[in-house]
């Protein structure tokens, strides 16, 4: 008796698939987070009797065959690219990337990494950082001597001076795009690293080839749709459910089975 076995793996496949939506919910309210979705396939199947198989001596083949699923297994969490919504907050370093594109920021080690959360800073000496401290690519630095700033939709970086008219340039935010975002490989605090499966990073200007503009005042919320995730938990502790009662029915039937005289 298999029973057993399958349905234990599609308690595991449902536990899997809990863990990926109360992430997502936990993740509400995360500055550019994309809500992930957990993927499942069937397991190996044990051919008994593989369809076509000649039956009798006419040459009569079976039409179907006799083919017993092993179980479920996962395949993916994937993530469910969408645009959030924008919300104003009003800050002059705080940016959100309307369409597709990363922010390119430099880690400690040296390494790039990429985020779509614009919830920008600046150090003491004036650099433009991420709230964890990581230098935001190209490095701007601010002029101690600045008043406000202006970032304009393709990334221009614009300081105001008191006694000037006009505002001097300082720098321009570049945009990473990526032939499939979905294969970034998350690192947590909001930030993803290149991997094989997303091809390299193309750094191009923001609202050309593709890319999206910038919103200066605005960062990017959630896109994590709470109904939505609610009524796929319910679906998951149910589908756990039955799964769980599978198991009790297969116990008691080996139980009726060793019982008998």
């Known amino acids: 008796m298999k029973a057993l076995q399958i349905a234990a ?3 595991a496949a449902q536990q899997m698939r809990v863990d990926v939506i ?6 509400m309210s995360t500055t550019g987070y994309n809500a992930r979705r957990a993927e499942f396939a069937d397991l190996h199947y044990q051919q008994l009797a593989r369809p076509g198989t000649v039956a009798a001596e006419d040459g009569t083949m079976l039409p179907t065959g006799v083919q017993l699923g092993l179980g479920v297994r996962p395949t993916s969490i994937s993530v469910m690219l ?8 009003g800050g002059d370093l ?13 880690l400690p080690s040296g ?31 601010i002029p101690a001597d600045a008043g406000s700033l202006s970032i304009n939709a393709s990334g221009e970086v614009y300081a105001y001076f008191a006694g000037q008219v006009q505002p001097q340039l300082i720098g321009q935010l570049s ?41 200066q005042g605005y960062l990017e919320e959630s896109s994590v749709d709470a109904v939505r995730e609610v009524t796929e938990l319910i679906k ?7 799964n769980a009662k599978v198991i009790t029915a297969a116990d008691q039937m080996l139980s009726a089975t060793t019982q008998v005289r």
């Open 82 to 89: 969408a645009q959030g919504a924008l919300s104003q907050t």
């Open 236 to 242: 998951a502790q149910r589908g756990y459910e039955l």
């Open 22 to 27: 109360s992430n997502n919910l936990a993740n």
């Open 9 to 11: 793996s599609g308690m």
């Open 175 to 215: 945009i990473a795009g990526f032939s499939n975002e979905k294969g970034l490989e998350a690192m947590g605090s909001n930030l993803y690293l290149e991997s094989p499966a997303s091809g390299p990073a193309l750094i191009g200007t923001a609202g050309q080839d593709g890319l999206g503009t910038l919103r």
């Open 111 to 141: 390494v790039s990494a990429y985020t779509r959360d614009g919830g920008l800073k600046r150090t003491g000496d004036g650099l433009i950082v991420t709230s964890d401290g990581y230098e935001v690519v190209p490095g701007i630095t």
């Open 94 to 106: 705080d940016v959100a990337i309307d369409g597709r594109g990363y922010l390119e920021v430099t």
